[in-house]
């Protein structure tokens, strides 16, 4: 699984932070996403694929099979 | 109008007797003919309801729907005057760029590891406020002395507004987010907390503290922001910060009371941070405090579930029956605090998705696993029939809830 988020897109809502806090943060000044960790471990695919889909502005883009 | 737009069913519609904390039976019965229908508003216009939880959520993600209030043609609940001159709109009634550029001042206020840190002070405010109850007489109106102290306590020590005058910006927030006023009434009413917030922040650009009005001082300082701006900012976070959660905090403890068995889950014999949690999304599922949806309206024609949304159209995204739909939240209609609910779209969806709901969750998870542990025998003070309904807000809830114990 290879991870990317688009920080233009983001609204800073912060469902990932809550979902998977090993891989996604927010930037201390505006709150906006960032990636900790592009390809994480097998065991976070699934709360990561949540993230993505709860994502409210689709800043989330999810590669499987990588 | 056409007599096919008279017999489109108004909207909003009125949630049956009986039956405080369900939907409409209308938007039910309209979500299972279908995703997206037309209704009708006070003014005779025809936009599409949303009432599918998939499309609303497709819908609330594409930037080709606007939120933009100054559109021609754009809908509204009710009757609505123009904005004063000089206030300006607040971000969320505006699109991207402008939207973003404003959210993303205040944003990390309320990122997630900011506001998880402001859990001992929500624990130490609700600790204070149940000891006053417990010492003070009963019966006693839940809203009064607790639903609404928790949160306005708590937004007032981020924003740095004076809790002293909780009085007057609790009133005026009445005002504006209730349906059955003039929108003489509200616009007054929205400029007495514009003219407050605006004074606030002229008194922080002279004497910062650290809180969220003297940061937005500083960027009206630095030229990054009107002071106009920085007053709406204000007035929307003191607003949507105290009588959202407030509602969720007294219609919540209404909803579990009716509900003892799911009540019992949380009063068992450790708190359990996980059935708190999951208890707060499915709450916020169930009740959907704002239940008069997402308006929106269409900047490019968008073809949804065999219809063409053409540019121009109004949209409405009812969440409330979104949140019961089957085909995303199986037995819809039954309150289970351990489901999990966290996809639901009380919070809305899209980039304008509630800004502050970190804090809500927040202070909700410290009310509902704190209130009803310490108070075990809590109950209704009267007939569940008797407490008084918002069925004329934009916010769902309770006016009073008279509690005993």
């Known amino acids: 699984m290879k991870l990317t988020v688009d920080q233009d897109v983001c609204c800073g809502a912060g469902q990932c932070v809550l979902l998977a806090p090993e891989v996604f943060d927010q930037r201390e000044q505006d709150g906006i996403v960032v990636l900790l960790d592009e390809t994480p471990a097998d065991a976070l695919h699934e709360v990561v694929r949540e993230a993505a889909a709860v994502c409210p502005a689709g800043a989330i883009s999810v590669e499987e099979g990588r | ?405």
């Open chain 2, 1 to 405: 109008m056409t007599i096919a737009q008279e017999t489109l069913p108004a909207y909003p519609m009125r949630k049956a007797p009986g039956c405080p904390f369900d939907p409409p039976p209308e938007l039910g019965e309209l979500q299972r003919q279908g995703p997206i229908a037309k209704v009708r508003l006070w003014d005779g216009s025809t936009p599409w309801l949303v009432t599918g939880f998939a499309e609303q959520r497709t819908l609330l993600r594409d930037a080709r729907l606007s939120s933009d209030v100054t559109r021609p043609g754009f809908p509204t609940i009710v009757p609505v005057l123009p904005t004063a001159a000089g206030q300006g709109l607040s971000f969320i009634r505006m699109d991207d760029p402008d939207h973003a550029r404003l959210r993303r001042m205040v944003t990390a206020n309320f990122a997630i590891k900011r506001v998880e840190a402001m859990r001992p002070a929500v624990q130490r405010i609700v600790d204070e406020l149940i000891d006053g109850l417990l010492a003070g007489p009963r019966p006693v109106d839940l809203v009064e002395a607790f639903a609404l102290p928790v949160p306005s306590r708590v937004i007032c020590d981020l924003l740095g507004v004076p809790y002293a005058d909780h009085g007057f910006f609790q009133d005026n927030s009445k005002v504006l987010i209730r349906r059955s006023v003039t929108a003489e009434e509200r616009a007054a009413a929205r400029t007495r907390l514009f003219d407050y917030l605006d004074g606030l922040i002229e008194e922080k650009t002279k004497r910062p503290a650290d809180d969220l009005l003297s940061e937005l001082a500083a960027r009206v300082t630095a030229g990054e922001l009107t002071r106009a701006e920085a007053a709406q900012m204000g007035v929307l976070m003191l607003v949507a910060g105290h009588e959202t959660t407030a509602n969720m905090i007294a219609l919540g403890t209404f909803a579990l009371l009716e509900y003892p068995g799911e009540l019992a889950r949380l009063r068992g014999d450790e708190t359990d941070p996980d059935l708190v949690a999951s208890a707060v999304n499915e709450l916020l599922r169930y009740l959907n405090i704002t239940h008069t949806g997402r308006v929106r309206q269409v900047l490019a024609d968008i073809e949804i579930a065999g219809e063409v949304l053409r540019a121009g159209d109004g949209v409405i995204l009812a969440n409330d029956i979104g949140n019961r739909d089957p085909a995303a939240f199986p037995d819809p209609d039954r309150l289970d605090l351990g489901r999990e609910a966290r996809n639901h779209v009380a919070f809305g969806f899209g980039v304008h998705q509630c800004l502050g709901q970190p804090l809500a969750r927040l202070e909700l998870q410290v009310v509902y696993g704190t209130l009803y542990r310490r108070i075990p025998d809590l109950r209704l003070a009267v007939e569940p029939a008797d407490v008084p309904l918002k069925h004329d807000g934009f916010v769902y809830g309770v006016y009073e809830l008279p509690v005993t114990w």
